[in-house]
C-alpha cells in the first residue's frame, strides 16, 4: 500500500512513546484495535499512514486491517484537521438548498476535497450530517461560527475571513 499524503507527517518522539504506552497497554485486550486507534487519532489529531504501519507492525495484524477500521469508522481521519474546520452539512435539507454546490466551491477555492486539509495547516473541510439547523439550510460551520442561509457566492467572502 504506497499512500501519497498531502501533508507531509511530523509526528514526534513524544508522540510515538505515548503510541507505544498506549499500545502496551491495550495488546492483550481483545478488540485492542479501537482504543489503540482511538488513542493514535488523540495523541496524533488524526491517523496518518506512517502510525497505521506502526499499530500494524507492533499488533502483527496486515496495514489493511488497520487502514479498513480507520475508513471505515467517522471518529478516525486520514488526514489533520486545519487551524480553521470548515463543516458542511450534507444532511436533507441541506442538501437540497444546495450545499452540494456549496461543498464543491470551498473545495475548488482552497484546492482540496472534503477530509483533506491544505498544506499550510489552515483549513479543512468536512462534509457533515445533520446539524439540526435546517430552518437556516443550507448551513456551514468554521469551527465554532455557524453561518445559514449559505450560497455558493458567499463562499470566497467567508474565506476572506479566516485568510487574514
Request: glycine fraction near 10%.
Amino acid at each position: 500500500m504506497n499512500v501519497k499524503p498531502i501533508v507531509s507527517f511530523n509526528g514526534t518522539k513524544e508522540q510515538e512513546q505515548e503510541l507505544r504506552q498506549a499500545i502496551a497497554q491495550h495488546r492483550d485486550e481483545r478488540g485492542a484495535l479501537m482504543p489503540i486507534l482511538q488513542a493514535a487519532q488523540r495523541i496524533y489529531g488524526y491517523v496518518p499512514y506512517e502510525v497505521q504501519k506502526m499499530v500494524a507492525g507492533e499488533l502483527n495484524i496486515s496495514i489493511s486491517e488497520v487502514y479498513g477500521v480507520v475508513t471505515f469508522y467517522s471518529q478516525f481521519s486520514l488526514y489533520p484537521k486545519g487551524e480553521y474546520q470548515i463543516n458542511v452539512c450534507l444532511g436533507t435539507a441541506c442538501y437540497v438548498k444546495g450545499a452540494g454546490l456549496i461543498l464543491e466551491k470551498f473545495e475548488k477555492a482552497l484546492g482540496i476535497k472534503a477530509g483533506q486539509c491544505t498544506p499550510d495547516g489552515k483549513f479543512s473541510i468536512d462534509a457533515t450530517r445533520c446539524v439540526g439547523a435546517c430552518g437556516l439550510a443550507p448551513v456551514i460551520s468554521i469551527n465554532e461560527d455557524v453561518y445559514g442561509k449559505m450560497t455558493e457566492d458567499k463562499v470566497k467572502e467567508v474565506l476572506y475571513k479566516y485568510q487574514k
